[in-house]
């Protein structure tokens, strides 16, 4: 059992052999009725992440991200004596990233999803969404991106190209969900 805390949620994540998996969810499930426990997929564990900006490996940071252009800079302690990457990193903290990951909030109608291009006026990506979708908690379409430094500023409108068309967003301080 752990308490990772990966959807933001006060909740606990249990690892259990394989082949005991449905016995324990039938389970929990049956001992959960009464008080209103409803099973939950990844579906909502990816709508409760993004709400808090969690990012998830694979799709948000992967091999071709760093942390200081996602916002997990405050994990790197550059002044560590050494550790791999550091090198790197610090050439890049010297030099400024090129873009940055943000929150956006759609102004216009549509919800952006995974891999939609973030475009300028021309219709040019510039950039790339990693995460979207419609935010049950904060009853708004939201996501996050990677763009520009020049657009990465809270109340820069960018352009998310959805299905073709552009549409209007808002870059926004994260997380998109405040607890309390």
Known sequence: ISRTGYTGEDGFELYVPSEEGPAIWDALLEKGNDLGVKPAGLGARDSLRLEMRYALYGNDIDETTHPLE????????????????????????????????????????????????????AGEEVGKVTSGTKGPSVGKAIGIAYVPISHAKAGSEILISIRGKPAKALVVKTPFYKKG
């Open 70 to 121: 996602s916002g997990l800079g405050w994990v790197v302690k550059l002044d560590k004596e050494n550790f791999i990457g550091k090198e790197a990193l610090t050439q890049i903290k010297a030099e400024g990233n090129k873009r940055r990951m943000v929150g956006f909030e759609m102004i216009d109608r549509g919800i952006a999803r995974h891999d939609y291009p973030v475009v300028n006026e």
